[in-house]
């Protein structure tokens, strides 16, 4: 058996990865593939809390995996939520341990339920959406993850998720469920190049985010159009734009570059298009090196289609064997799988 410390993380399947999705989860994922026992989720039945297109789902779904994998995510450490039903099944059992004034004060909620009512054509929100932070605690525990890489943003769901498995722990009378821990990523939230109050997403509009499968020239032409400074920073602080650029420069590794250009800053000569010009060059070679690695990736598509069934069947059951534990420890009926 393995000794390695366990990591749960998971992403929805929005299709398109972009450089926020990779600089603050994705790229994560890949460095600590080679640290940890790591098993990595796309979790369509959690993008059905939101108005969505069936057949999107499924192109969506594949088309993300396509990406992970393109951007150094092994295929064994991979599987789609909806190929592992136990995941509903505890997300049940999860939420007799989860009261409703806890889940009314979960802050994402309303976020998402306002963009819910501006995607759909009437005002109906999905008891899913308000339900699926139990979802996301069952996502964690039933992989008994002993660190979950997030974004700050995320925290309080892994709050929920630890005071779900203590109230478990403490109806059956043991430790049986690890509590997991947080791994924030260096830059846990990267912010849009067109508004660096907001953070880089899909949702924000198509000036919000740049693809990590994006032509070159529109990478460029991105960047080059970023905000550097709206004029209400405070003297002697960087402006919000600026900051950004210089974590996407860094989360690019193009570190010569960061270290001269923040020597530039901090002497007061620096020119944003030559802080600009770096950007773009670490994203573009990035994106080059992730679109050949795609295209290899395509042209075998379905093999790669049967590794991800397979890694899902293995990883299937790990699951399998949390629900049977738990139901026995809950004193529910059970048959051994």
């Known amino acids: 058996m393995s000794t390695k410390k366990r990591i749960l993380s998971a992403i929805q399947p929005t299709g398109n990865m972009h450089f926020g999705n990779y600089f603050g989860a994705v790229q994560n994922w890949v460095r600590l593939q080679e640290e940890y026992d790591c098993v990595y989720g796309v979790v369509d039945y959690h993008a ?31 599987f789609i939520q909806s190929l592992v039903p136990e995941h509903a099944e505890l997300s049940w059992i999860f939420n007799c341990f989860c009261s409703y ?38 996502d964690i525990l039933i992989y008994k993850a002993d660190y979950v890489p997030v974004g700050k943003d995320q925290d309080q769901h892994l709050e929920l998720t630890r005071e779900i498995a203590e109230r478990f722990n403490r109806l059956v009378g043991k430790e049986y469920f690890v509590l997991p821990e947080t791994l924030h990523t260096e830059i846990p939230k990267v912010m849009s190049t067109a508004d660096p109050a907001r953070k880089m997403s899909k949702s924000a509009g198509e000036k919000h985010y740049i693809s990590v499968f994006e032509e070159e020239a529109r990478i460029r032409k991105q960047i080059n159009r970023a905000v550097t400074d709206t004029g209400d920073t405070p003297t ?102």
């Open 101 to 138: 004034g806890r889940l009314s004060r979960m802050t994402q909620f309303k976020d998402k339920s306002a963009q819910s009512k501006e995607k759909a054509s009437d005002d109906f929100i999905s008891a899913g959406l308000f339900d699926y932070p139990v979802l996301q605690a069952a």
């Open 236 to 337: 002697g602080e960087m402006s919000a734009g600026v900051e950004n650029l210089f974590s996407l420069l860094k989360a690019a590794a193009r570190m010569d570059a960061y270290n001269g250009l923040m020597a530039d800053y901090n002497a007061g000569n620096l020119k944003y298009s030559d802080l600009k010009g770096e950007v773009a060059e670490g994203l573009v070679t990035l994106s080059n090196q992730f679109k050949a690695n795609k295209e290899d990736i395509l042209s075998r598509k379905k093999e790669i289609k049967g590794q991800i069934k397979a890694s899902s069947a293995e990883i299937r059951k790990r699951a399998q064997e949390t629900v049977r534990e738990v139901k026995e420890l809950a004193g529910l009926s059970n048959v051994k799988f």
């Open 48 to 78: 059905m809390t939101m108005p969505y297109d069936p057949k999107k789902l499924r192109q969506n779904t594949w088309e993300i995996l396509f990406n992970l994998m393109a951007v150094g995510v092994e295929p064994n450490n991979l």
